[in-house]
């Protein structure tokens, strides 16, 4: 394989979505210069688990770590699928990991199973909660609905952990194009109070507070108290809220807010309650966590034009359309709507097409 065919990047910012575009491009890729210049250079735990996982979901793939760390190659394999079961690093939530399986999963030869450990919810990765209750249900929109599950069999807040999750995702032989442009208005908004190892009226506590903000713009109102006591509750006490507002045709804005040590519940319910107004306020078809989901599959769809409309691109976004670029030769045509303040993205369709799966 001659140094043409291998896309280069440096740097650590990105390196997961890379690795994901990689194997879903089969296109070998390196990355070099991977913080060259800290005092701790090179890879860091969960970054190394990241790479484990995409090895265990795969079958061929070659991974080569130089020995400083600051340098990775990866030539991608076949995506299989099947029974995965892992232990991951604390220092990042199972939200990091679960958006690379949410990415490769409908593609493998077999349905995949994986049962991750660790921390379920932080501030720095989606929640499981949020992933359960917004993110697999876009999947719908591409056609992937049916056998989807998440079940959080415990929880685990930081730093400790603790927590397990069950992830199936069925596979398929291709997604289907996307046409997806009107918002819609906002019709309920649902959520979960979540508590480990702490009082059960901290979820209440949370709820209340939530309501008080989000009451004045719309009634159907309902969230969730799941408080966890015992085994089941992890090994450190934490308690967060993760909120879903559902419009008129089915598009989903989210916000979620984990506590650090010393925040009141009341402060948690009423900040998450204003990510969401503001994240409702910048509008769109998929919020802003979820528009690198909604380019991707709109990428692997069938050579046909896919269309929607997402809030203000994301810095996360900007750099993704770039590296989809890079991977898959794709450019998007991307139209502002300067009355609704946000911007209509289409595409042409790569033709994907899962080999692995057989034809029904």
């Known amino acids: 394989m001659s140094k043409r065919d291998v896309l280069q990047f440096e740097g650590h910012k990105f390196l997961k979505q890379r690795l994901v575009l990689s194997i879903l491009s089969q296109r070998p890729v390196r ?6 210049t800290d005092e701790n250079p090179g890879l860091r735990d969960y970054e190394i688990a990241l790479l484990r996982l995409l090895e265990k979901a795969t079958n061929g793939t070659n991974i080569v770590i130089s020995h400083t760390g600051t340098s990775v190659l990866l030539r991608p394999g076949m995506i299989t699928g099947g029974k995965l ?15 690379a399986l949410v990415a490769l999963g409908p593609f493998g030869k077999e349905q995949l199973t994986a ?7 932080n501030n720095l990765d989606l929640s499981v909660d949020t992933l359960r209750t917004a993110t697999l249900v876009n999947y719908r929109n591409f056609g992937i609905d049916e056998g989807v599950e998440l079940k959080i069999t415990r929880r685990g807040a930081p730093p400790r952990g603790g927590g397990e999750v069950r992830f199936i995702c069925p596979c398929v032989r291709a997604v289907k194009p996307l046409n997806f442009v009107d918002q819609g208005r906002i019709r309920r908004i649902r959520g979960i109070s979540y508590a480990t190892r702490v009082s059960p009226q901290t979820a209440n506590r949370m709820v209340e507070s939530a309501r008080g903000e989000l009451n004045r713009f719309i009634p159907d109102i309902y969230i969730y108290t799941d408080v966890y006591k015992g085994a089941d509750s992890g090994l450190s006490p934490g308690f967060g809220l993760s909120l879903v507002a559902e419009s008129t045709t089915g598009a989903l804005m989210t916000a979620e807010l984990c506590a650090n040590p010393g925040d009141a519940p ?26 690198w989901m909604a380019l991707l599959l709109m990428v692997l769809g069938p050579e046909h034009a896919s269309k929607t409309r997402i809030g203000k691109l994301t810095p996360f976004s900007i750099q993704y359309l770039r590296d989809i670029r890079e991977f898959f030769n794709t450019v998007f045509k991307i139209k502002p709507d300067p009355e609704s303040n946000t911007v209509l993205m289409t595409c042409l369709g790569s033709g994907f097409i899962n080999v692995g799966k057989k034809t029904t």
């Open 31 to 36: 990355i070099d210069k991977i913080r060259s």
């Open 85 to 99: 079961d892992m232990d991951c690093p604390v220092s990042r939530g199972l939200g990091y990991y679960l958006e």
């Open 115 to 121: 049962v991750l450990r660790g921390v379920t919810m």
């Open 266 to 291: 009341e402060d948690i319910g009423r900040d998450a309650a204003k990510m969401l107004l503001n994240e409702i306020s910048r509008g769109g078809c998929f919020d802003s966590v979820h528009q």
